[in-house]
């Protein structure tokens, strides 16, 4: 069974950093795409970002409103993906959920989520 | 970017009844790249549908999805007490960039 563990929210002020993670276990993480997804209270769901895996490239796609502040990056010996968040915001309160997929499906699989605030 | 406008924001229906919720794209998509999940209260989301019309594990039959191009539906056929939540459309796949439409909350009337 294939289990996604995000860690690593918390209050953090604007202009603040966060380390977010996202631990899986069932899927060998090295074969699979994984994506960032972010809710922020009371909204829709946002797609933050995703990372391929390294033998399509390792390419990392932002979307606009993060790009240049946030780094997704992973360590598949950990089997861990990383959300640096930099630059912090109060919009990018929210709770941040990893996922993956195969194939033709883009998110199959959820974390739980971690909640991050942003706040003076 | 690739915007998905969801219609209705919110549909209010009855247990049993058929419920039609739309997702329109603001540019033709790849109907392999269209999901649909399903979000309860203080949930993580849940794949119902990928590629625009396979039903995902375990998802009841009572759910199917059809469109192409820029217009895509989700039909449940008959409304059960567990189906009022917010639904979700998603393009992925082979897309660049991904985005989601802004979600549609089944509501019980």
């Known amino acids: 069974e294939v289990q996604l563990v995000e860690s690593g929210g918390g209050l953090e002020k604007p202009g603040g950093s966060l380390r977010l993670s996202c631990s899986a276990s069932?899927?060998?993480?090295?074969?699979?795409?994984m994506t960032w997804v972010r809710q922020a209270p009371g909204k829709g769901l946002e797609w933050v970002g995703r990372?391929?895996?390294?033998?399509?490239?390792?390419?990392?796609k932002y979307a606009a409103p993060v790009k240049g502040r946030f780094t997704i990056s992973r360590d598949d010996s950990r089997d861990t993906v990383f959300l640096q968040m930099n630059s912090l915001k109060t919009e990018d309160t929210a709770v941040y959920y990893c996922?993956?997929?195969?194939?033709?499906?883009?998110?199959?699989?959820w974390g739980q989520g971690t909640p991050v605030t942003v706040s003076s | 970017e690739i915007v998905l406008t969801q219609s209705p924001d919110t549909l209010s229906l009855s247990p049993g009844e058929r419920a039609t919720l739309s997702c329109r794209a603001s540019?033709?998509?790849?109907?392999?790249?269209l999901a649909w999940y399903q979000q309860r209260p203080g949930q993580a989301p849940r794949l119902l549908m990928y590629?625009?019309?396979n039903r995902f594990t375990g998802v009841p039959d009572r759910f199917s999805g059809s469109g192409s191009g820029t217009d895509f539906t989700l039909t449940i056929s008959r409304l059960e007490p567990e189906d009022f939540a917010v639904y979700h459309c998603?393009?992925?796949?082979?897309?660049?960039?991904?985005?989601f439409g802004q979600g549609t909350n089944l509501e019980i009337k």
């Open positions: 996922g993956t997929g195969s194939g033709t499906i883009t998110i199959g699989h």
């Open positions: 069932g899927l060998t993480l090295s074969d699979a795409w």
């Open positions: 990372i391929e895996k390294k033998t399509d490239g390792g390419t990392t």
């Open positions: 540019q033709s998509i790849s109907s392999s790249g």
């Open positions: 590629g625009t019309s």
């Open positions: 998603m393009q992925g796949g082979n897309s660049p960039l991904y985005s």
